[in-house]
């Protein structure tokens, strides 16, 4: 044995010792950091989790939004494990140079794969600091290039792994040569390409070295790559916030704990507030603890899983990107709440598991600690720049760790979490931070006030009389019946028609229920409506943090509909629909809940609705000519009815399938829907950070040339129709030139023929466009 290797021996040896220790005691601080969130159960079904993990891991199916990431990723992630073996392989070529893993070494499928995916992992990760760098904030639009996803994120980490791999892998290209070189220089029938497949040309370049001179080449690589890989895992042992490395490992955790085992968004239904884990009961919160959270208050209140949910960020940015907050210039940030809120937990833990003794005196705990310990409030007033958004997330303090205009900017669209790869649920944190300001704290925009005294009052957000909820129906050519007063039970009919507040009361909205109703009644579809039975679903109240109000308003809805006997429901009104077929079930209600897309599409499949014309002038879709006669739409994905519940399919087969006209698709469009800026209760908040987000939405849909853009929520429409009205002040469109309308108006006006007539049976026996696949 040389002087070398003796060496390279003892400082390999010593800066193992030192990682594996330091890893474990991360490790250990991690346990015991996530003990303390509040307890939570998610082991359920552990084989469909099993599943999931294997079949996102392996596939990469949350990284597949961005291809080109995700194929350079997906060598990188899997050459990480396949490699693993090479480190091993180094100690042993410390003491022998030519020493190989036993049984394996030599096995020529083992060694192919390890130069495949060395190979592989060094021209992705190439490709993944290319693209780093080709996005970065440098070059980016926006202020101080915040449209770069990776604004914000932590540099030096980045780059650390990025060359950390990049090292890596060349040092195993290199050994693999070398190794060839050398078997090459003894007479082995190894030094083959058989063995040495795609490095034996490598080997080439070392032919003319002698023997002791490879073996020593050998041990210095061998050692460079065991410090590079050592000082990796030191590294990341003393930085437990480097979400960018360790996500390797946490997120094979964070996957498998999601809130849907078979693998589904972690969107739809909010999670009701639990108390010590055990779902709160409203009708016995006078007996809770004086000190019980409702919401999340301080870092602590979060559960386990969120906390986890903190550490695997891997400040990839992608939630920052699709964000309609983050891209209208608000201090909304996804990532950065997340990125934030991580490194305010794991600063403030040993605080949190220290004696009484040790926080007075303050001994073994670091400034940092102490910082986070001493902040009052986890949402407040930080006093930032608008123009600086970073400086609206202080995870040391010292007045507040996050701005309250981050918390009140969010609608709750579910981009964030639809683009994770990783599967963190950043919706439910920010709605559980909501409810505390609300249910504790008493602290909301004061917008809010008017809203919730509305819903107090008269269960709905205008706070209009319940006896005009049948207003929307006057005039109609046929009876609309309700239930208790027409129909006795719902048995006799085929649906219950929720109308839904905005289809009540709201001008805009009543075309669109009076649409359904009318093609319902063209189909000979029964159907009742609830009528002044109904009450808002609370849905603007439950993303506003006001439980108590939502539960209220819920039990009430709840209630009524078993008490009729509702099974079929179908609703025109987005957020209605997730509510009722998502929420409801949590308070004892299960229904069968159609969007009226849905419906509608599945009635003209079977022939019970035909479009037989273009419509056109005279359709009753609004008074102006030229809208009335556009030929081109393009379609807006109402985001609590794609990306919540993966309604894509209906609204666009009926609009496709009307005769003479073009759709036009814009680019955001499906998952990467943008939002039009009414979810989260920001319907009732006025906009006053940044650009609107219903403009933003609107130009997008202008920029399609069509001349109506078709919407499938009342939200939606109120929203795109004022983008639409704030583009003709700007002089961007002529008065009329462009319309918002359902697509349920759109449909209706093709089955009239476009002159306000129905369809004769003539007509309706020949369509002008194919019958679209099923899609429900």
């Known amino acids: 044995m040389t002087a070398l290797q003796i060496v390279a021996i003892v400082i390999s040896l010593a800066i193992t010792v030192v990682a594996v220790a330091l890893l474990a005691k ?27 993990l294997l079949r996102e891991f392996l596939g990469h199916t949350r ?48 060694e192919w794969i390890t130069e495949f995916f060395a190979w592989t992992g060094l021209v992705g ?25 990776f604004f914000g994120s932590t540099w030096w980490q980045a780059y650390y792994v990025e060359f950390t791999i990049l090292g890596v892998t060349l040092c195993i290209l290199a050994l693999r040569g070398l190794e060839y070189a050398l078997a090459d220089a003894e007479g082995l029938d190894t030094a083959s390409t058989l063995h040495f497949p795609m490095t034996s040309w490598l080997g080439g370049l070392f032919s003319g070295m002698s023997v002791a001179a490879l073996e020593s080449a050998i041990v210095i690589v061998a050692t460079i790559k065991i410090l590079i890989s050592m000082a990796w895992m030191i590294t990341i042992a003393l930085t437990p916030t480097m979400g960018v490395a360790w996500h390797r490992f946490l997120a094979f955790f964070n996957i498998f704990w999601k809130r849907h085992a078979d693998g589904r968004t972690s969107l739809g239904e909010l999670q009701p507030i639990r108390i010590n884990g055990e779902v709160l009961d409203f009708e016995n919160v006078d007996d809770l603890d004086e000190d019980a959270p409702l919401g999340v208050g301080k870092v602590e209140d979060f559960t386990w899983k969120g906390l986890l949910d903190f550490t695997t960020c891997t400040e990839c940015g992608r939630c920052q990107s699709q964000c309609p907050a983050w891209n209208t210039d608000k201090p909304l940030s996804p990532k950065l709440l997340v990125m934030t809120l991580r490194d305010h937990a794991h600063a403030k833990a040993p605080w949190l598991r220290a004696s009484e003794e040790a926080r007075a005196s303050g001994d073994g705990l670091s400034e940092h600690t102490k910082a986070a310990a001493a902040v009052e409030q986890l949402v407040g007033q930080t006093g930032y720049d608008i123009h600086h958004p970073l400086t609206a997330y202080n995870p040391h303090g010292p007045d507040a760790v996050i701005d309250e205009d981050v918390l009140w900017s969010c609608t709750t669209c579910g981009a964030c979490v639809e683009q994770c790869p990783v599967d963190i649920e950043h919706v439910d944190a920010i709605v559980d931070m909501r409810r505390y300001k609300n249910l504790i704290e008493s602290a909301f925009p004061s917008e809010l006030g008017g809203l919730f005294k509305n819903l107090e009052k008269n269960a709905n957000p205008w706070g209009l009389a319940p006896r005009l909820r049948m207003d929307w129906a006057k005039d109609l050519p046929f009876d609309v019946p309700q239930v208790g007063a027409d129909v006795e039970s719902l048995d006799e009919v085929d649906y219950l028609f929720w109308v839904g507040c905005a289809g009540a009361y709201e001008d805009r909205a009543k075309k669109t229920t009076r649409a359904v109703a009318e093609l319902l009644h063209l189909a000979d579809v029964k159907f009742a409506v609830l009528g002044d039975g109904e009450a808002c679903t609370g849905d603007s109240a439950r993303r506003a943090g006001n439980e108590f109000l939502y539960q209220m308003l819920a039990q009430q809805n709840v209630e009524v509909l078993n008490e009729v006997g509702a099974t079929k429901i179908v609703v025109t009104c987005a957020h209605c629909f997730n509510t009722i ?33 273009r419509p056109g002038e005279g359709d009753g879709l609004g008074q102006s000519r030229a809208g009335s006669t556009g030929a081109k739409v393009t379609y807006h994905d109402p985001c609590y009815l794609g990306r919540h519940n993966q309604v894509y399919a209906p609204p666009r087969e009926l609009l496709q399938v009307l005769p003479g006209v073009e759709y036009a698709e814009m680019e955001r469009s499906k998952e990467k829907s943008f939002c039009c800026g009414a979810g989260g209760a920001r319907m009732w908040m006025e906009e006053q950070l940044g650009t609107r987000i219903n403009t933003n939405r609107t130009e997008e849909a202008l920029a399609t040339g069509a001349d109506r853009i078709a919407v499938g929520c009342p939200f939606c429409k109120v929203m795109l129709t004022d983008g639409v009205n704030a583009a003709v002040q700007e002089g961007k469109k002529a ?3 462009v319309e918002v309308v359902d697509v349920a108006q759109m449909l209706l006006a093709a089955v009239r023929r476009g002159d306000g007539g129905v369809a004769t049976e003539e007509a309706r026996a020949v369509p002008d466009a194919p019958t679209p696949e099923p899609a429900i």
Do not use: C
């Not at 693993?84 to 030599?106: C, M, R, V, Y």
């Not at 780093?132 to 980016?140: L, M, T, Y």
């Not at 004892?588 to 609705?609: A, I």
């Open 26 to 52: 991360t490790v250990n601080h991690y346990v015991a950091t996530f003990r303390l969130g509040q307890p939570e159960y998610r082991g359920d079904d552990k084989g469909a989790r099993t599943a999931t």
């Open 735 to 737: 008065e009329g030139e």
């Open 125 to 149: 990760i190439l490709l993944l600091m290319a693209i780093r760098q080709k996005n970065h904030p440098r070059s980016a639009p926006g202020e101080h290039g915040r449209r770069s996803r």
């Open 63 to 110: 990284m597949s939004r961005l291809p080109v990431v995700a194929i350079a990723h997906w060598f990188t992630m899997i050459s990480f494990g396949i490699l693993f073996f090479t480190l091993i392989n180094a100690f042993g070529q410390l003491f022998e140079p030519s020493w190989t893993l036993p049984l394996i070494g030599h096995f020529p499928p083992y």
């Open 581 to 613: 077929k998502n929420e409801y079930p949590q308070l004892g209600g299960t229904y069968e809940v159609l969007h009226h897309t849905q419906l509608l599409n599945r009635l003209v499949r079977e022939k019970r609705l035909t479009p037989v014309a």
